[in-house]
Each structure stands twice: as C-alpha cells, then as structure tokens.
C-alpha cells in the first residue's frame, strides 16, 4: 500500500512559480476614519504612486447605476475633477475610461460582481488614456459607502513588490536541506544493511523498499506517471479528494518513519506490553498517534492559508525524506535513463501542452493550481482575484508552499505562494541518494559523491530561480536540475578512474513472487509481473 501511495503522489511533478501581481491599494478615508481595499490595474496604463503619501487624494462620485459605455445622461460639472465609479459590463475597459476622460473625471474605478481580471485594451488605447483606471469589488464599494457615507476620498497607489523575495531562499533551503538529509539517510541505511551482511560481496535488499533497476521498468513507471498527470487534468474534481486522502496516510508514515529512526538513533526507550501473546511497543503506539493526529490536523484545515502551509511543509518534508530512504536506483544507468525521461516529462507537459489546451495552459500547471485556483492563475501578466467570497478551491497538496513575504497586498487581494512540486525534490534526490550509496559500496571516507551532487543540485536550483525571476514566469526546475546532478556525477566518477563500477552499480537480491520466479518470460509476462511484484509487495501504512 505505501508503494502505491508514493507512485500516485510522486505521479504529479510540479514546478516553482511565482506571480506577476499588478494588484494595488485603494485607500478610502473621510475625517474621522480610513480603510484600505483591493484593486486591480494595469502598469501599461497610467502606473500609479508607489506610496500612500506621493499618491492624489480625489473625491468620489457614484455612478454605479451605469456602465459609462457613453457620456449621456452624465453631467460633466458633477465628474469633473473627481474620482467616478462606475459598473462593469457592456463595453471595453478603454471605452470606458475614454469617456470618463472626456467627461472631466481624473480617475475611474470600475466596481465588479464578477472575478476581476488585470483591464486590459490593445496597444493603441493605451496612449490615448492618461487617467488612472481600476478595478474593484462591487461588494467592497457598497461596504465603503456604509462606513464613510458620500464625504469618501480615495487614493490609489501600488507599493513596489520585489522580485527577489525571502520566501526564495526559504524554499531553496528547504529543498537542498531535504535532498541533503534523504541522501545521507539513504547512504547511512545502505551501510547498516552493509555491515549486517559482514560488510562484503552483494547485500540482500529490504523487501519493504522499492528498487527500480531495469530499464523496462523505468520506462512503465514514467508511462503510469504520464497517465496519472492526464487522469488528474480531465477528473481533477473527484481525483483530487483522493490524492488528499492518500497523502493523509503517507504523510502520517513517513513523519512516523522519521522521528521513529531519529528516536532509535537517540536510544529512547520503547516499553512493551502484551495482549493475548501479542507485544505492542508503547513508543510505537504514542508517535503513531502523534503522527495521524498531525495529518488529521492537515486535513481539517488544509485551506487555512495563513498558517496551514507550515504543516504542509513539515508533513512534505518527511514525505520525502522517507521516499527517498526507501526507494533506490541500483546503478548510475538507471539514474540516467530515469531522470533524463522525467526531464522530457516537465518539460512537455509544461512547455508543449498548452498548444492543445482550450485555455492556452499547460497541463502541469492546470493541474498544480487547480481548474478553480484563485488569485494564484496567471496567464502572462493577468491575474483573477475574485469578487466574491467563496469557498476555497482544493488544490494538490503535493508541493512546498511558502507565502511571498513581500506581498504587501496579500491581506486584501488573498495570499500569494511560492510552490516548489515534491517531484523536484525527489527525483534529483534519487541521484543524490544513488550517490551518497555508492560512496559506501567504494567506502569513499570523504563521501565525495554525495557532497558533489548536493552542490550540483544546489546549483541547480540557484539556477532555476535566476531564469524565473528573469524571465518573469514559472520553470520546469527538472530542466536545470537533471543535467546539473547527472552531470556532476559523471564527472566525479570518471576523475575518479570508477565510471564502470559507477555505471553498473549493484544489483540487489530482489525475489521475484513465488509462483513466478521460476518461469522464462518474454517481454509482454515480464511487463505483467512487474506490476504483479509491485502489489505483490504492498505494505500497510503503519
């Protein structure tokens, strides 16, 4: 069962992104009082102050009762010099500020019902308009008219957002200090197992871990990964419910796995006792309680945004931790063919997907952020906050999520994440564990394999986030982070005089079911078995 747990989480890779907000500030005030809201605009336009103090003061008009498709029926001594509101609807965004334009107005909001999008027109207009022009929630004005009555003056300003945020580095530490620990955990297993087979000749594998050690193998765990991506996409509703039951559990047993082996290595005491001949370790028993509670936790308030990422994280942490101690690539070939199809994985269904889409996005990313995500949906330069509050949209929680800390609009306009998918962990990370292994097999003291492809895929991942920030738009991380780890290897070993025994590895003992292991299989029987063995060998969770 953990197996299959692990196949179905690590089936959907993700990459980092990162928002490209245009959302501002709306500052309402009158003589007693003042409240800020959230707006949307467009930097092509007339770009607004960075400042609340540099920013014009302008009182408001409401003309809600019209959508300013036409200046009849306007006054202009009434608009003139004033901020007008206006509704969405019936005409383009440029329409409607070149008429508010004509009539006098110096700024024009444009409150909404619907979700609201960055205004956009076509190059053109942009010139022809000098006024600053807005977007904002009609629910907000009608509670602005509530609290300030008709005496309100407004100024819209948007504070600078940096593209270098803090949550990068926390994201970056968090990503090699994972990779880090799950190789050295890998390579720390392979020695006890080493040491328990008197340290020489072929060690016998776990029968509770995964090794993928045939080509053949690779190929159809990749295919089954693909297949689940599109699964995901096309039934995203009913199958993302499941994926957050699945990682419930596997969360649960991979954060008991890890505080267990961290409490055995510390030497606490397990006490027993036994019930009808069967012994329970009282150890085992409160930290598996811990360890669902804390998943259950996750569970009830997994859209809590403003806290729950940090227990996302947590349970993500050992996640992968644990995946990486218990499934192992047998040989540097393995390693190669495996991520080199996981890198053509990314990149496709980042990059190509979205000349097949209806909605020009690509699939990877539909699928991170979920068909009804809001405030996190970008295309381009847009962004959709929504107009009304509504219930939270379930997105994967197979990623790292960790709040921008320089979004300064995040309390009005929603919280903005940084996400960085497990599978950019985990699969680099198996190259990392590969090779924190193969220091134990050549008995390398220095342990330079692993700490040279730590490096790599610290370089990697700086890597990755200079082409994001550069080029203003999520990266499939892979592309950077394959070629770095894979390549750096390579490099050790043949400095080293070792790439053959780096290439072919080693091969564990692992026995096939009974009623097949003696049989002759052509390829179409051997395909069959190996699902066959993967079931065969399922675990319970805990």
Known sequence: MERAVRFIILSVVFFVSQINCQEAILHISNENTNKEYCIVYNQSWTPLSQTLDDALQYPVVNMTSTVLCNPSGVTPDVVKGKALVVMRGDCDFSKKALVAQGLGATALLI??????????????????????????????????????????????????????????????????????????????????????????????????????????????????????????????????????????????????????????????????????????????????????????????????????????????????????????????????????????????????????????????????????????????????????????????????????????????????????????????????AYCSRFDVWVNSSKKIYFISCCIAYLLGMIVTFAVMLLSGMGQPALLYLVPFTLTASAVVAACRGEMRQFWAGTTYMVPLPVFVSNRRLNPRRRCFFFIARMVHSMNPIL
Not at 310 to 329: E, H, M, P, R, Y
């Open 111 to 432: 409150a909404s019902k619907i979700p609201l999008i960055t205004p956009s027109a076509n190059a053109t207009e942009y010139a022809k308009i000098n006024i600053p022009l807005a977007l904002m929630r009609y629910k907000d004005f009608i509670e602005a008219q509530q609290v300030f009555g008709e005496g309100m003056q407004v100024k819209l300003y948007a504070p600078p957002n940096p593209k270098i945020d803090a949550s990068i580095v926390v994201m970056l530490l968090i990503a090699i200090i994972t990779v880090s620990l799950g190789g050295f955990w890998s390579g720390a297993c392979e020695r006890e197992r080493m040491n328990g087979d008197g340290g020489g000749g072929e060690s016998k594998a776990d029968p509770k871990e995964l090794f993928l050690y045939s080509p053949l193998k690779v190929v159809i765990f990749v295919a089954m990964m693909c297949g689940m991506l599109v699964l995901m996409y096309f039934f995203y509703n009913v199958m993302v419910y499941a994926i957050i039951a699945i990682f419930c559990l596997a969360s649960a047993s991979a954060l008991f796995s890890c505080i267990d082996a961290v409490m055995e290595k510390l030497s606490c005491p397990t006490g027993s006792f036994t019930i009808k001949n069967c012994t329970f370790s009282v150890r085992s028993l409160i930290l598996a309680a811990v360890c669902i509670s804390v998943a259950v936790v996750w569970g009830v308030y997994r859209n809590e945004d403003r806290w729950i990422w940090i227990l996302q994280d947590f349970l993500g942490v050992a996640f992968c931790l644990n995946f990486l101690k218990t499934v192992s690539l047998s040989n540097f070939k393995i390693c190669v063919i495996l991520l080199s199809l996981l890198l053509v994985y990314d990149v496709f269904f980042v990059f190509i997907t979205p000349f097949f889409t209806k909605n020009g996005v690509s699939i990877m990313v539909q699928v991170a952020l979920g068909p009804d995500a809001s405030g996190e949906k970008t295309h381009g330069n847009m962004v959709e906050v929504p107009a009304e509050p509504q219930a939270p949209s379930e997105k994967l929680p197979v990623v790292m999520r960790v709040p921008r800390f320089s979004a300064w609009a995040q309390n009005l306009c929603g919280m903005q994440f940084s996400i960085l998918g497990y599978g950019d962990i985990i699969i680099p990370g198996l190259m990392v």
